[in-house]
Nanobody
């Protein structure tokens, strides 16, 4: 497991943008797949996007494709989630996760951050 720290959450109006960051101190972070999930009260944790350091390949949930961009900065050991055209339905706690070979199901991911709140007002 690696320790993950998220930052960048906040409140924004619909149509606005936010960028979340996920930083790890362990160099092994760049050997893993890094994902973003989100969760609203009473709901299961939902896959949003993932990034493979190995070949910089992103993958997105259909609900965010075309609006969100995931990327990595190796020098900073950080993965970013740039969110644009935000909608009220994007309101959730966003979690960063990392795993060597994950699926899209949250329960299969090994390491998790503490979460950061994103609130979009309409």
């Amino acid at each position: 497991q690696v320790q993950l720290v998220e930052s960048g959450g906040g409140s924004v109006q619909a149509g606005g943008s936010l960028t979340l960051s996920c930083t790890a101190s362990a160099r092994s972070f760049r050997n893993l797949v890094v994902g973003w999930f989100r969760q609203t009260p009473g709901q299961e944790r939902e896959f949003v996007a993932l990034f493979r350091w190995m070949d910089s390949t992103p993958y997105y949930a259909e609900s965010v494709s075309g609006r969100f961009t995931i990327s990595g900065d190796g020098a900073r050991n950080t993965v970013y989630l740039q969110m644009s055209s935000l909608q009220a339905e994007d309101t959730a706690v966003y979690f960063c996760a990392a795993d060597p070979g994950p699926t899209l199901r949250a329960e299969t991911w090994d390491s998790w951050g503490q979460g950061t709140q994103v609130t979009v007002s309409s």
